[in-house]
């Protein structure tokens, strides 16, 4: 019987694409593809697994915003702020936003160019070498692996807010089934759900953001304004030195947080019209995410005060999040449940957008032959349901851990793995986009025939990884530094014991067996891929006559109006 799900290793005959071919078809320029002779000595070529495009600029946007909204800012958050301070949660997350911005829009113009499946490992394998694509892929895969639990696991701590008659890893398995079943369906189904659970926490997020705001000026309170009572002190720490620490932890938190804003570029390859709907998805998600971010960390530091015990992370009350604890604080009880509820949203929109960068990621290291055969292929719809599986078994680890250490202490586990991978591939991306622009510059091309041109290039890449890596010698400061080696250190540190020792492995492991292979020693292998060697064809968009004339459209527009800023934040 035939397989249903087509296989990577299928062949096609090559064909000119046909002007009147769906534009729900991807066309590709694979002037480098594989080669294979049959019996015959008829050539034919090996082509990729076909995804459909069915992700609009609407889908992407709020994909990329609904990764990031989740239970890094409506619980993590607190913790930065207990940690740090106010003031210092507030630079926390404004540095690390900036280094998001350097990130986006680098991955914004080379999967515009390149719209391909697998981006954090096919480009940096393309642009830099074959060893830091292989640990980008897998680094990625594991980030998203671990966070389906994660999300699972602040899913089942919010549930208790309403009740604790329920075991709390029962609800980390009970919504594993809508997430298996959302990703089943298709991209199509995949991108609507996730565009409506992710407009309802932008909703919520912008009513708290207003009626924090009033709260603020002392709207329903007897006390009156609040101004800045809270910010006292606005830095947490006795000495310089213990603000600096504090300072030091609750960067890891924010890095958590911004997790999931540079998923627009695995959605690049099943994205309609790339060249118009990636960019516009990635300056609307920043705008977005900075005013989302900092103006919600802003009215907690300002309502609440830092040493409260609800913004304590390793509490008993961290349970509940600070952002529906602030409508209890004000008497608005009813809201309060309603801000659960989105928290849970929330946390289930991110679980899902964690599911779906899993299983792409890792079909497409399958077919790059760097994890087993059999997770290569899509169906009929376009699912990589082989990849799905194995990636939907990992949210069995939110239930397993819950029953046996708590959710909490699971959640705080895993978010420390997850900050790292996202450092890292943050990193990683910045440092393939360098190379990406200087080996297009030195083949010739001209820049402005990128689709997408990233602004502030060179500066962001250099900031970005400059940030990267104070932050990670931060990290391990930190850490060591602790005191004591308690059960709490080994839940809130497992990044440095697990995560660091499993990318260096992975990057190291893979290098020095390509080296080997090569029979030209083991540095060999670390060699980095010359400017005049690197591939800008294959994956190469070719875009459709309705796609061209509505790109020339827009471009004719071109028009900055207060309507293109509202619609930048809201539309």
């Known amino acids: 019987m035939t397989d249903p799900i087509t296989s990577a290793e299928s062949t096609q005959t090559l064909a000119i694409p046909d002007d009147n071919e769906s534009s729900n078809t991807l066309k590709i320029r694979d002037d480098k593809a594989l080669l294979s002779s049959n019996p015959n000595d008829e050539f034919q070529i090996e082509t990729e697994t076909k995804m459909h495009r069915k992700l609009q600029a609407r889908h992407l946007e709020m994909i990329a915003i609904g990764g990031a909204i989740g239970t890094g800012l409506l619980l993590k958050s607190g913790g930065a702020i207990y940690t740090a301070g106010p003031v210092g949660a507030l630079l926390c997350y404004a540095i690390v936003g900036l280094q998001v911005f350097g990130v986006t829009t680098g991955i914004g113009e080379m999967a515009t160019l390149l719209p391909v499946a697998g981006a954090f490992s096919q480009l940096p394998a393309r642009f830099v070498n074959a060893p830091m694509g292989f640990v980008g892929g897998w680094n990625y895969w594991l980030n998203w692996a671990l966070t389906v639990p994660a999300e699972l696991s602040a899913i089942a701590s919010f549930m208790s807010f309403w009740t604790t008659a329920v075991p709390l890893y029962t609800w980390a398995a009970v ?30 997020i912008g009513i708290f953001l207003a009626i924090g705001l009033c709260v603020w000026f002392g709207a329903g309170t007897s006390t009156g304004p609040l101004w800045f009572k809270y910010w006292n002190p606005a830095v947490i720490g006795d000495s310089p ?168 202490a699971v959640f705080n586990f895993l978010s420390g793995v997850v900050a790292l991978g996202i450092l890292t591939a943050w990193m990683i991306m910045s440092l393939t986009h360098l190379r990406f622009r200087y080996g297009y510059i030195a083949q010739g091309k001209t820049i402005q025939d990128l689709p997408y041109i990233a ?3 060179p500066y962001v890449d250099y900031f970005s990884l400059l940030v990267g890596g104070v932050i990670i010698a931060l990290m ?35 290098g020095i067996s390509d080296g080997m292979k090569s029979g030209q020693g083991i540095l060999s292998g670390f060699a980095l891929i010359e400017y005049t060697d690197m591939d800008f064809e294959t994956g190469k968009l070719v875009e459709s006559e309705e796609e061209i004339a509505q790109n020339a459209m827009q471009a004719a527009e071109g028009r900055k109006s207060f309507s293109a800023w509202w619609s930048k934040l809201f539309s």
């Open 175 to 204: 919504y594993l089934v809508p997430l298996a079943a959302v990703n089943m369906i298709g991209v199509g189904g995949f991108g609507e759900a996730e565009f409506i659970l992710s407009l309802i926490k932008v909703i919520a």
């Open 455 to 457: 602004p502030y290039f």
């Open 241 to 408: 030195g213990a603000r600096f620490l504090n300072f030091s932890s609750a960067l890891i938190t924010a890095l958590f947080s911004y997790g999931g804003t540079e998923l627009v570029g695995l959605t690049a390859r099943e994205a309609a019209n790339p060249r118009r709907n990636v960019p516009r998805a990635i300056k609307g998600t920043f705008y977005r995410i900075v005013l989302f971010y900092l103006g919600s960390i802003f009215l907690v530091g300002v309502l609440l005060p830092s040493d409260s015990a609800i913004l304590n992370p390793n509490g008993e009350t961290e349970r509940e999040s600070p952002f529906v604890y602030v409508y209890g604080l004000v008497g608005v009880h009813g809201a309060a449940h309603v801000m659960n509820a989105v928290a849970v949203v929330a946390a289930l929109s991110a679980a899902n957008s964690s599911v779906y960068a899993c299983s792409r990621t890792l079909m497409r290291l399958a077919e790059e032959g760097n994890a087993p055969k059999f997770l290569q292929g899509v169906d009929a719809r376009g699912v990589p349901v082989r990849a799905l599986v194995v990636s939907l078994l990992c949210g069995v680890v939110a239930v397993v851990g819950g029953y046996l250490a708590g959710t909490g």
């Open 476 to 510: 391990v400061f930190d850490a060591l530094y602790q005191q004591p080696f308690d059960f709490d250190w080994w839940m809130n540190n497992s990044w440095l014991y697990g995560g660091i020792p499993l990318i260096t492995s992975l990057f190291l492991g893979r």
